[in-house]
């Protein structure tokens, strides 16, 4: 059979309708067969690895316990915020050096001449607010801090709305000077920003939680800031509080340029005048008050008498000089307030009654005096009026030291004799008082004939 006969006969059976209804009934067969086989299958329980097997029944449960992804992160990060102490006793021996041993894991913004400070939330703090928690006013190691976003804060936080002022003084809220070292640099703070006002304060003397300043301080505070003091209280010790806006201070005014400082005195002085409803009038005051700034018990004069006599004979030698002798500890703020104003040379022994210069006009004369024994052994605390002085715009005209006071049975270098020294009366020079008292006197009248005497005339700044 040839090739060509072979193919028509192929072509011819495949042709047929028997041939195709064969097919036909194969692929539907087939079909049928498939279609059985796979139903059975899915009957049949799937037997998959144990591991395998519990990532899918966790994934399928995961979205029941945390709505979304998240939500899940959030809580985490609210788990993992992380409270340290206020106190780190690691810096026991340096408290105020660097980051000092308060909040020591967070270091202050520093621009040259200005204030150091933190602010959360800040770039510096990732946006993270700051939380603080325990209410222990004898260790401040068991007061805590922490930051936290906004969004993810502590479990059972308290977060205070505005702005809360931070204060960590390392001495003393109800000294006069001290206390108003620790305000300073808040003042300044608001001076940069839109004199804006804290909601409350969080008061902290070595970590440790202090509700109240000195009275004179409250009057400065309320004068500034036009609103009463308002420290925080804790509710207890494991309750977080978080602040919407924090400004935290822990160096005083270190830092702190001289032109910066007098801005910030230039404001308290004006603000205080305005709060006693004092005028800044040149006419409203002596050409030139002299006043005796007095103490009772510890370093006060011996003789009040002699001191008093000779400056009242300087004063009287001078035209227009007026004389006065107050005391402090019988004086409201306010007549205190009166007192500086009226006063362009203060004469005092050294103690935190001399705080008062700083409401004084700018250029004004101070004149300080000491107990035997401090030059030697009080350190370099009893400069601190100097310094005052120099910082709020004032002349220290020098100190006068007593050489002559109680015995020490210790050499007069032992730190022991400091208990003997500390408190103890002053006497006086006539000689010396007299010619110092002129001194100063003529300087002043040759600065108020330059017109160098700053008076405060404009309205404050905030």
Request: charged share 20%; proline share 4%; hydrophobic share 35%.
């Amino acid at each position: 059979m040839t090739k060509r006969r072979v193919s028509w006969r192929l072509v011819t059976c495949l042709s047929s309708p028997k041939f195709s209804l064969n097919v036909l009934c194969l692929v539907v067969t087939v079909f049928l067969l498939l279609q059985i086989w796979s139903f059975h299958i899915t009957l049949q329980p799937i037997l998959l690895p144990p591991s395998l097997l519990t990532y899918l029944n966790h994934q399928q449960q995961q979205p029941e316990v945390f709505h979304n992804e998240t939500a899940y992160l959030v809580e985490k990060l609210r788990e993992s915020v992380t409270f340290l102490p206020l106190k780190d006793l690691r810096y026991l021996n340096k408290p105020l050096e660097g980051h000092t041993w308060f909040m020591s894991s967070l270091y202050d913004n520093q621009t040259k001449g200005e204030v150091q400070y933190q602010e959360f939330p800040s770039e510096s703090s990732k946006g993270r607010l700051l939380c603080l928690k325990g209410f222990d006013d004898h260790d401040g190691s068991w007061n805590y801090y922490a930051l936290a976003w906004p969004q993810a804060l502590p479990v059972n936080a308290n977060l205070k709305k505005g702005l809360t002022f931070v204060s960590y003084n390392h001495y003393d809220y109800g000294n006069m000077w001290h206390g108003l070292s620790s305000m300073v640099p808040f003042v300044a703070w608001s001076l940069r920003n839109q004199c804006e006002k804290p909601q409350r304060w969080v008061l902290y003397h070595w970590g440790e939680l202090r509700f109240h300043m000195g009275n004179w301080l409250n009057e400065i505070i309320r004068a500034t800031y036009g609103q009463e003091l308002d420290t925080l209280r804790f509710v207890d010790e494991n309750t977080p509080v978080c602040f919407e806006k924090a400004v935290v201070m822990r160096h005083n005014e270190g830092g702190m340029s001289r032109e910066r400082r007098i801005e910030v005195f230039d404001l308290i002085r004006c603000k205080a005048r305005n709060y006693c409803n004092i005028s800044s009038s040149k006419t409203s005051k002596p050409r030139i008050g002299m006043t005796l700034f007095m103490r009772t018990g510890p370093r006060s004069f011996k003789n009040v008498s002699a001191v008093t006599d000779v400056f009242e004979r300087e004063c009287k030698r001078v035209e227009g000089c007026e004389l006065k002798v107050a005391y402090s500890n019988n004086l409201t703020f306010c007549e205190q307030v009166e007192l500086m104003r009226n006063t362009d040379v203060l004469v005092s022994p050294h103690g935190a009654q001399l705080t008062n210069l700083v409401l004084m006009d700018r250029n004004s004369s101070v004149m300080e005096f000491y107990p035997k024994g401090w030059l030697k052994l009080a350190g370099v605390g009893q400069f601190v009026y100097q310094w005052g002085a120099n910082w709020s715009g004032m002349k220290h005209e020098g100190s006068w030291r007593d050489p002559v006071g109680e015995t020490c049975q210790f050499p007069d270098t032992d730190r022991r004799c400091m208990s003997v020294y500390k408190n103890a009366k002053i006497g006086y020079n006539e000689t010396y008082f007299g010619d110092w008292a002129r001194n100063v006197l003529g300087k002043f009248r040759v600065r108020t004939t330059e017109d160098v005497v700053v008076r405060n005339h404009d309205g404050c700044r905030c």
